[in-house]
């Protein structure tokens, strides 16, 4: 059974950092893409980071740009999101998701197959 198991979400200050984590089992994500992806209420969910299979290649929205970095680690079948400079609209479910076939960074939610319970991020303004 795939799972994955996001991690570090909270309630953090505007212009504060978190970093969430995310433990894939199951099966190996090393030859996949990883993603990053967000729901706030009554949004629909939105692509946040993704990151190719070896970590080559990292694409971001545009409005995290600068402020948010995606990592993997593929020895440990994990991905990260630092995210540094909070906003108020950042503030939602961050879910992590992995693909199934696709080797590229992708921000098309249709290219992710497996996807975590969610965690929650609150910022205070």
């Known amino acids: 059974q795939v799972q994955l198991v996001e991690s570090g979400g909270g309630l953090v200050q505007a212009g504060g950092s978190l970093r969430l984590s995310c433990a894939a089992s199951?099966?190996?994500?090393?030859?996949?893409?990883m993603g990053w992806f967000r729901q706030a209420p009554e949004k629909e969910r939105e692509f946040v980071a993704s990151?190719?299979?070896?970590?080559?290649?990292?694409y971001y929205e545009d409005s995290v740009k600068g402020r948010f970095t995606i990592s993997r680690d593929n020895t440990k079948n994990t991905v990260d999101l630092q995210m540094n400079n909070l906003k108020p609209e950042d503030a939602a479910v961050y879910y992590c998701a992995g693909a199934r076939t696709v080797l590229g960074a992708t921000s098309s939610i249709y290219d992710y197959d497996y996807w975590g319970q969610g965690t929650q991020v609150t910022v205070s303004s």
């Open positions: 990151i190719s299979w070896n970590g080559g290649n990292t």
């Open positions: 199951g099966r190996t994500f090393s030859t996949v893409a």
